[in-house]
Structure formats: C-alpha cells, structure tokens
C-alpha cells in the first residue's frame, strides 16, 4: 500500500522525456481529488547532486536507515518532484521516518516560498 514516507520503485523520466532507470522515489503526498495521484521525488544515490537546504542526505549511520531499504547512503532529491499515479509506483522496499518526513516537507515547503 502506497503512503506518505513510502519509499517506492519507479522508473523515473529524465527531463528529456527519455525514459528512465528504475530508481527508488519517496512518496511525499497524496494529491487532492477524486484520483489516485500522489507527488513524488526521486532518491539517488549520487550523494554530490544533493542541493543544501533542498535535498535531505541519508546516511547508513541514521536511525531510520535501515528501515528505509536503500543500499547506500541517498539523496532524498525534493528537487526532482513527479505527481504519478499509484499504479506506476511498482512495490515499496521501505520508508522514512515521519520525523524526516517532516523535515523534508518543510525545506520543500520553505524552498517553494522562498524561491
């Protein structure tokens, strides 16, 4: 079952439209409306991409680590955002911490206003 802090497969579209790699994406929240749509961004673990303040690094030391399923230290990349809907969304391999959670919805948030 899809829900926020999920971490998801999902074959994310470069910005050229080419299609993309399977990766894993954080689902952030389920959109208003009669859909089954949800607001994504990708995780990569190309830990040089990350943009302060906007991207959320985790590290295999972090507590919620383990439970998220990832193989190595991520960028959690807010900057790289996709509304899908949860069909294409092919299985969870783990999830954040609300706390994270949290955390990343407000430097999007904060990024947005801000900008």
């Not at 079952?1 to 954080?26: C, S, Y």
């Not at 230290?73 to 706390?99: K, N, P």
């Amino acid at each position: 079952m899809i829900h926020e802090g999920r971490i998801a497969l999902f074959r994310f579209p470069q910005t050229d439209q080419a299609t993309g790699k399977l990766r894993p994406a954080l689902v952030l929240r389920k959109l208003p409306g009669p859909y089954d749509d949800w607001l994504i961004c990708i995780i990569s673990s190309q830990l040089s991409q990350a943009i302060p303040d906007v991207d959320e690094v985790i590290n295999k030391k972090d507590a919620d680590f383990h439970a998220t399923g990832l193989k190595t230290d991520s960028v959690i990349r807010t900057s790289r955002l996709a509304v899908v809907e949860s069909g294409v969304l092919l299985g969870a391999v783990g999830e954040i911490s609300s706390d994270r959670l949290s955390r990343i919805k407000s430097k999007l948030a904060n990024w947005i206003k801000n900008a």
